[in-house]
């Protein structure tokens, strides 16, 4: 469970005001909404690219870093699109073929390409390959989702 669901049934014009009133004296609200807010206005200052606590400075994001991350969450999407759409593709019927089912499992349907097959995705943890290429991961993922049932 969330720790902060509790927050989801405060009224916000409530929190608000007492957000306001923590902002003019902090020493007003009680100790727990004042550690919160302070949470907050860290939580504020970091995004807004100040220095941390202790005058840390923040990390430069690495190159790439954003394209990186956004083709791991792909890979998440292919894993969770074999995981919910992969029995379409089984081959049930040794007499005839399946009948065609869109959206496919194709790469190019999450965003991805056959350029990225053998990069490797911190995803691959998710199927129990450790990171792992892509390549690898598309082949487990076929195996067990999409292969013959039964024989």
């Known amino acids: 469970m969330d720790k902060y669901s509790y927050l989801s049934n405060v009224d916000s014009a409530w929190l608000d005001d007492l957000y306001q009133q923590y902002q003019k004296d902090p020493a007003s609200v009680e100790t727990g909404w004042a550690r919160f807010f302070e949470g907050f206005e860290f939580a504020k200052s970091v995004d807004a690219g100040e ?41 049930t019927n040794p007499v005839r073929e399946r009948r065609a089912y869109s959206p496919t499992l194709d790469l190019a349907n999450f965003g991805l390409s056959e350029a990225d097959l053998d990069t490797v995705f911190s995803a691959g943890n998710d199927v129990g390959l450790g990171p792992a290429r892509l390549r690898d991961i598309v082949a487990m993922l076929d195996e067990t989702y999409c292969e013959s049932v039964g024989a």
Do not use: C, M, Q
């Open 51 to 91: 220095e941390a606590v202790d005058n840390v400075p923040r990390k430069a994001p690495a190159p790439g870093g954003n394209e990186r991350f956004e083709k791991e969450f792909r890979v998440i999407e292919l894993i969770h699109g074999y995981r919910s759409r992969g029995h379409l593709f089984t081959k």
